[in-house]
């Protein structure tokens, strides 16, 4: 496209002008889904053959499920790695595997799924929600800040594919005592500093759900380095665990545990997609460094702060506007000119990524007639939740602008989408959006 993309006249395709964006745009912005194909279909049906869809009492070398654990485990640079049926319940398995009990509180932060704090809520623990930083995931000073006496848990959680500064919050962890939970739903292929996320904390939490780099339909994985940990989170994913291991024996005396199996069918699935996942994330890193790359001497464009963008998965780039009156303005240019975008916060629209839009957290609602675990537990709740508890997150969701990446955006769609950006911003600058 011939257009002068720093020139503050040109007519935005909104007000006439011709779209920026003229190669074909993505027909799906979802990651995992978009890859499968005959691997997967082939691996599905070889456990619908098998007529044996349980995935105990049987070697590893005939489960799906056994085999993507130690594929995930052997990725991720752990020892132990442990399948179950959603991101939620492997939140819960690994909380459960740390030790957190009713009434513990559980530090997690501002913008993230509430999934997070529900886990905790599940277990019967408090979440204490801790602001974010322009990298958009925990701001480990303000971590700092609201550890209490009762505090005993950290979920960092690498929102969009971003990892969290996980030095200095494994160092604020340690000072007071803490263990820590890696949220690694969204950001499953990801690292800081060369060590893949799940293996910085003391355990990670990973999701296989539709919307994410990779998917089992519905799954989820908990990583440790930690044998004891790693039994306490199986025994409470199965009630009967250590039975179906009793020959093998645990070094763990067994307890009481819900049921978060995975099913040899999600585990198939899950292990076809991980053997996509690291090229999934190599081209949407190779996407976004080419979108940078072109908006680089862009003057006054800031961008999200990733602490390590080598290790960033690279799922989304978010523009951090100056300030948030011309945010929904500058995402609607975007789409006239044919680059998805969009807004993050609006009081109007819950987005339940945002702890402002947690409803029956902030309101302290329960499904249980006494009140548990707000009430009648073994400690009173005495976290405070208000939607104005985390100011600094909401100024800083309020400034972005999020343009979702996708693998199979051809080199055509990203130079365009980086004519469209370039074009908006400089109507921004000349003042006419």
């Not at 690292?191 to 296989?208: E, I, M, Q, T």
């Amino acid at each position: 496209m011939s257009l002068p993309v720093s020139d503050p006249t040109a007519i935005l395709a909104r007000d006439g002008g011709p779209k920026a964006v003229q190669a074909p745009a993505p027909t799906s912005y979802q990651h995992g889904p978009q890859e499968i194909g005959e691997e997967e279909i082939a691996a599905v049906t070889a456990a619908l053959r098998s007529r044996n869809l349980f995935r105990f009492f049987k070697s590893a070398d005939q489960s799906p499920t056994a085999q993507l654990e130690a594929r995930f485990a052997e990725l991720t640079g752990v020892p132990y790695a442990l399948a179950v049926n959603s991101g939620t319940s492997a939140l819960i398995c690994g909380m459960v595997g740390l030790g957190v009990a009713p009434g513990d509180e559980v530090l997690v932060p501002a913008y993230t799924y509430i999934a997070t704090a529900a886990a905790a809520l599940a277990i019967g623990a408090f979440p204490v929600v801790v602001e974010v930083d322009a990298s958009l995931t925990m701001d480990p000073a303000d971590l700092e800040r609201k550890i209490t006496p009762r505090s005993r848990l950290v979920v960092p959680v690498h929102m969009r594919g971003t990892p969290c500064r996980m030095d200095a919050i494994m160092d604020v962890a340690k000072r007071h005592g803490l263990v820590v939970l890696e949220d690694c739903a969204q950001a499953n292929g990801g690292s800081y500093k060369g060590r893949p996320l799940g293996a910085w904390g003391d355990a990670g939490a990973f999701s296989l759900q539709q919307f994410k780099i990779i998917t089992a339909g519905e799954g989820g994985i908990v990583t440790t380095a930690s044998r004891e940990v790693f039994e306490r989170a199986a025994c409470w994913h199965d009630s009967a665990y250590a039975f179906w291991k009793e020959k093998e024996g645990l070094s763990i005396l067994p307890f009481l545990g819900e049921n978060y199996r995975m099913s040899e069918l999600n585990g198939a699935l899950g292990l076809a997609q991980l053997g996509k996942r690291d090229r999934i994330v190599a081209r949407l890193r190779a996407i976004k460094r080419r979108l940078l790359a072109q908006l680089a001497d862009e003057p006054g464009l800031p961008v999200q702060e990733v602490p390590d963008p080598a290790g960033d998965c690279a799922v989304s780039l978010v523009l951090l506007l100056p300030n948030s009156e011309r945010v929904a303005a500058f995402a609607a240019a975007l789409r006239a000119e044919g680059a998805q975008a969009g807004s993050v916060f609006d009081k109007a629209l819950p987005d339940r990524h945002i702890y402002y839009h947690w409803d029956y957290v902030m309101e302290q609602r329960t499904p249980f007639a006494n009140g548990y675990p707000w009430r009648n537990g073994p400690q009173p709740c005495e976290v405070r939740y208000t939607r104005d508890s985390c100011p600094r997150t909401i100024a800083i969701l309020q400034r972005c602008v999020v343009l979702p990446l996708t693998q199979v955006m051809t080199d055509a769609h990203v130079d365009d989408c980086a004519v469209a950006i370039r074009k908006v911003h400089a109507a921004l600058l000349a003042g006419r959006l």
